[in-house]
Each structure stands twice: as C-alpha cells, then as structure tokens.
C-alpha cells in the first residue's frame, strides 16, 4: 500500500514569508509525528498527534511554528515569518498508534530552504 | 519529557569489524526502543527494536541489548559491511510518544 507522503518536496522562500508543508499519512494510522533535521543533524521532535487527542506540541521551537491535523488524517505543519535557521529538511512519520510499539513509518521530507 | 542521549556521534570501523552504539534515557516509563537506519539522501527505516519485558533480541548481524535499571540500551553490529555505513538513531517511547537520539554516523571501512 502506500507510504507515508509529504509534499511539496522542496521549498524555497524567502525570509519573512510564511510556508505550509503537507503530510498525507498512511490509511488507518492514528499517530503521526513532526521531525526537524537540519544538515547532518539527528531527529528534532516537534509535535505529536495521537487520534482526537490534544497534541504534544513540546518540541515546536517558537510561536512560529504550528501543526494542524485534520480528520485525523492530513496534517498541516506551518511556519509563519521564516527565518533563514528554519532550514531544514521537515520529516513526518505515522504509526498505527493504540499501543506502545509501534513502528514509525517516515515520509519522504520537505527540503525547506528559506534565503 | 524523555531525554535520549547516543554516543558516539561518529563511528569508523573496518569491514568484518563489529560495531556498537550506545544510548541512555531518562524516563522509566519508556518501554519501546527502536533504531533507525538512514541512509544518505533517504527517509530513517526500521532495523530493530526491542521491548522493555526483553533484555536482549538478535537479527541475523544485528543485535539490540536493553537494561531497565541503568536505562541504557545497545546496538551491536557484527561482521559489518560498507552498506552498513549509514546514520543510526536510537528511540526510546512511552504510549507512542517517541523521542530519537542525536544519532551515530556509522563509516565501515571497505
């Protein structure tokens, strides 16, 4: 079946402009997840959606950064006013949730690059 | 919240050598310990995992060691070859909430 999508697969903006990243999880997965790697850096957490529960949202880095999920499936992540360190390549990754192990499963990234 | 930490954070071994991760957590209640593997340029994938009602599970080369009262858990890579080169994360997760490791550039050494 299908993977976990995310588009568009690149982006570039410039500094100040707000962005929208897509992730389409797998069907039927309840949990889905937000990542952040920048260059050679590992996996920074940034949000969590668990079915209609209220996100853990610890990891998002400033009041820039938001995260929607609609319908329990799509989610959007957005980043209002980009700054030239929120380049990055964004990760999203879904599980079927419901229980604690639980692989993820991780989409192809959005490389954002802001000027 | 969890807090993983991995070391090293680079790794060079010849191939046929034996390779081995190392990472510790902070909660307790963690209970699912995942690695990734990702390649260059690719998304991480699933290589192993255990469970915290298990101390130790092996998969052909590749070997995961757990011990609850020190948290700390173990990847242990025998007989590695130059595919292994990759970057490997460590996880540690409570209820799905899932927190990686900075991860280990692992280089094996034709």
């Known amino acids: 079946g299908a993977g976990v999508s995310q588009s568009p697969s690149n982006k570039v903006t410039e500094k100040g402009k707000d962005v929208e990243l897509r992730c389409d999880p797998i069907s039927g997965h309840t949990a889905l997840y937000w990542y952040r790697q920048s260059l050679g850096q590992g996996l920074e957490f940034l949000i969590y959606f668990q079915g209609n529960s209220a996100p853990d949202k610890s990891g998002l880095p400033s009041d820039r950064f938001s995260a929607e999920r609609t319908g329990g499936s799509v989610s959007t992540l957005t980043i209002q006013r980009t700054q030239q360190e929120d380049s990055a390549v964004y990760l999203c990754a879904s599980s079927r949730g419901g229980r604690s192990y639980n692989e993820q499963f991780f989409g192809p990234g959005t490389r954002l690059t802001v000027l | 919240g969890e807090n993983v930490e991995q070391h090293p954070s680079t790794l060079s071994v010849q191939e046929g050598d034996s390779a081995v991760i190392k990472c510790t957590y902070s909660d307790s209640a963690s209970n699912y310990f995942p690695w990734y593997k990702q390649e260059l340029g690719k998304r991480p994938q699933l290589i192993i995992d255990?469970?915290?009602?298990?101390g130790e599970k092996k998969d052909q080369r590749i070997a995961v060691t757990l011990n609850k009262t020190a948290k700390h858990f173990s990847l242990h890579i025998t007989e590695t070859q130059p595919e292994d080169s990759a970057v490997y994360f460590c996880?540690?997760?409570?209820?799905?909430?899932?927190?990686f490791g900075a991860g280990t550039r692992l280089t094996v050494k034709p």
């Open positions: 996880a540690a997760s409570r209820n799905n909430d899932m927190r």
């Open positions: 255990i469970r915290s009602n298990v």
